[in-house]
């Protein structure tokens, strides 16, 4: 019996199948450049061997519905011969949750129709998401189905949090407020980390910093989410790959009347155009570093204002929660770029947040601690699996209903 995790995004889709038993990985891929002619299929599974092996293939895919059709029958075909394993579930990451999904949803036609509701509010993000649902329900209509929201995860916040100082009609009639995202990772690194302690979380006040691509920051306190740095939409908080993050929004104005350009080709500038990309030109940490190295004081502003930004938040959270037990450094930069990690933690000795420089720098992979032996917090870094986390929400949803429905 198998777990699949399917990620919907607006032309690509991201899925990984799980043995039931012990949510070990038994499949993934990625299918990317959905509505062109040269859509392409990377599908890799663990061989009956107990090794890696990879199919690439590329075909025209005009949508979803043709994408997961075609991952279905390409998963089928490197099985070579044997039989189908049985589907338990299918667990779709869907982005928006709004305030109507405090957790996980096993979907019906009630649970689907007010995914769609929630669009407006996340118009990039949950029309694709919507689209994988619709689609695997028809392909597969007897597996149960199970949504995990992002933003599920940061619906603990308090009001004080969640709030935007706007007129509370602005709330009430169109439900803006701050939702954060990011949550099924940070809520596995945050499990990862009572586990890898051994204190329940009940006992722990962390904050974790997810700096991928997208890039966020949550202060956990005794396992809830109690303030996150995204908000109403991802483009709030750290500085990101390509997204500006904090910014006043008397920006948007001010270059609106400066330039004439109209406010949706600013929305773009501020998603795909800003960030890392804005400052020195690339988005990609690796690069940025390695020209950072070479002089290039644009590439050095970029990686200085990114770790400033993290420093900030870790500073804010640390007021937020009163006391830390933690730091947890994750997503692709937070896992492998030991200059951001360090340069995020200068000069919070006071904080008793210290590095160990040499701790830092050699991260044999798996869960590490870095803090210098000083530091009264705990510095960890600790691979993320969000994939995982939505495999596990999925089964324990079901078991859950089951358990109720008996
Ligand atoms: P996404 O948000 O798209 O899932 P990831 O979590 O994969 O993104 O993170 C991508 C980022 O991680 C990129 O900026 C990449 O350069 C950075 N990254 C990956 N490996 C390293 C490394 N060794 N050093 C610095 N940055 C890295």
């Known amino acids: 019996m198998r777990v699949i995790v399917v990620n919907s995004g607006s032309s690509s889709i991201k899925y990984e199948a799980f043995e039931l038993e012990g949510l070990s990985a038994a499949a993934k891929g990625l299918l990317e450049r959905i509505g062109t002619q040269d859509s392409r299929l990377k599908h890799r599974w663990l061989s009956p061997s107990g ?7 590329t075909r025209p895919v005009a949508d979803h519905r043709e994408g997961l059709s075609f991952i279905l029958e390409v998963s089928s075909r490197a099985r070579s011969g044997s039989a189908p394993p049985e589907i338990f579930a299918v667990g779709h990451r869907v982005v928006h949750g709004g305030e109507k999904f405090r957790e996980p949803a096993i979907i019906d036609d009630a649970a689907l129709g007010t995914i769609e509701e929630l669009i407006p509010l996340a118009p990039l993000h949950n029309p694709a998401n919507v689209a994988g649902i619709k689609v ?9 189905q199970v949504a995990i929201f992002d933003t599920a995860f940061h619906q603990t916040m308090p009001p004080r949090a969640f709030h935007y100082a706007l007129p509370y009609d602005f709330y009430q009639s169109y439900g803006v407020r701050r939702y954060g995202f990011h949550g099924s990772s940070h809520c596995y690194v945050a499990k990862e980390a009572a586990r890898h302690l051994g204190v329940r979380q009940e006992h722990l006040n962390l904050i974790t910093l997810h700096l991928g691509n997208g890039a966020s920051a949550t202060a956990i306190e005794k396992g809830k989410s109690v303030d996150t740095s995204m908000g109403m939409t991802p483009l709030e908080g750290l500085v990101m790959g390509t997204r500006c993050g904090d910014l006043d ?14 406010f949706q080709e600013i929305e773009g500038i501020l998603n795909k155009e800003s960030g890392l990309k804005g400052i020195c030109g690339v988005n990609d940490m690796r690069e940025i570093e390695s020209r950072a190295d070479g002089g290039n004081a644009r590439a050095e502003l970029a990686v200085d204002m990114f770790c400033y930004r993290v420093r900030k938040y870790i500073g804010a959270y640390f007021a937020v929660l009163g006391s830390v037990d933690a730091v947890i450094f994750t997503g692709g930069i937070g896992e492998n770029s030991a200059v951001v990690r360090a340069r995020s933690c200068e000069g919070l000795s006071a904080l008793g947040i210290a590095l160990d420089e040499q701790r830092n720098k050699v991260i044999a992979g798996g869960i590490a601690e870095i803090q210098a032996e000083e530091g009264r917090v705990k510095i960890l870094v600790i691979p993320t699996d969000e994939e995982r986390e939505i495999a596990q929400q999925t089964v324990d949803t079901i078991e859950r209903v089951k358990g109720r429905d008996r």
């Open 51 to 57: 090794g890696w092996e990879e199919i690439v293939e």
């Open 136 to 144: 695997m329900r028809e392909l597969l209509p007897h597996v149960p």
């Open 249 to 262: 929004p008397a920006v948007h104005f001010y270059v609106q009347k400066r330039t004439g350009r109209p």
